[in-house]
């Protein structure tokens, strides 16, 4: 079997990050924050290391500011839906999942006021057309740090200067950059950070949080949820503490105790040779792929532009076929369709029918590749 | 005799665990003393001739706390 479906979730995880786990069950099965007693202590303990690997990996100056969720989409809701009112301007790209703009439209509907800036057709985003989109006194910009369809990286660090002079807060959807792409919070200005912890940073599904950087005021930041959190016990209003403002109800204590030993395995390998890694095999799949007749493959040429996401697709084929045959005539695992980002599909021009999606991982070798690209072959020459 | 710091959170009483282990002094985290606080959070003990330093270490690290206290 050849998994490439590594942007929808990566596998397998690291066996540290099994290990972890199993070790969280079996001896510190606490809720952590609940209970003064060893097991919820050791479970508390594990779940702050986990802040503190997200910190040193974003740099970001407090671990505390590193609100837990159960995913990015929920990490992404929380910050959008916390922070926009009626009437309150906010401006995205022409990129953006699903998790971005189901939640911005709902938002539309309650009178904030949305502006997409289009992208080009490789899903490249031009700094000058944010800028004119960015009037003075908007609320926020949400970009995609990476697109999910094409790949193309957006530039952020270029965009918070943008936002900070129009007084705007800076929102990043890390999900499929974090732990594949270098990010500096502070170097690159970024206010909020989305990010999952079951895709290039190899965690378990069920996790993934939000950094509020120090430039966000949390009054001004609705939780989502509200409920228990082992502190303030005899208030019933939220606590304004941090995390706790945020996290309400048992966190997934297994899930981050996995998630800490990911981070900790992607810092040892280091971001730097995992973008090296998973970019030489993008680009041998690029090459391969255009190599063949009647395929398209779409997203930047320039491999700078673009993390390892690589869609393509067949003149005259239909995508779910494609996907169906690599499995069951090669093994090779892949997603086809709309990957929840039609707007994303509506940019590069393969919208309704979608493409075909190959995504190799920190685990997959040249091997690996070579075999998909020549399953690839016989099944568009056949 | 021991003291006894409180914390807002569970995440903040568990940094400064950290921080003060990490300084080498003796302390452990334990249920909040209900004479202290009505909440339901722990506390970290310490020994009281090691106040001093250990309300400096917490205080440079800029770790919120809700009071420091002593226990017979």
Redesign the interface.
Known sequence: MIYLDNAATSWPKPPEVLRAMADFLERAGGNPGRSGHRLSVEAGRIVYGAREALADLFNAPDPLRIIFTPNGTTALNLALRGLLRPGDRVVCSGIEHNSVMRPLRALERQGVRLTVVPCAPDGTLDLSELSCAVVPGTRLIVLNHAGNVMGSILPVAGAAPVAHAAGALLLVDAAQTAGSLPIDVQADGIDLLAFTGHKGLLGPPGTGGLVIGEGVDVGELEPLVRGGTGSYSEHQEQPADLPDRYESGTPNGVGIAGLAAAVRFVMERGIEAIRQHEMALASALIDGLSDIPRVTVYGPRDTTERTAVVSFTVAGRRVSEIGLRLEDEFGVLCRVGLHCAPAAHRTIGTFPEGTVRLVPGVFTMMDDVRAALRAVRKIVES | MFGVVLF????????A??LLKGAGLAVK????PRQFS??????LRFDWTEAERARALLNEATV?TAGTHRMG
Not at chain 2, 38 to 43: E, F, K, L, Q
């Open positions: 807002y959170t569970t995440s903040a009483a568990i940094r665990e950290k985290l334990i249920p909040t009505s909440d339901c959070g722990i506390a919120d």
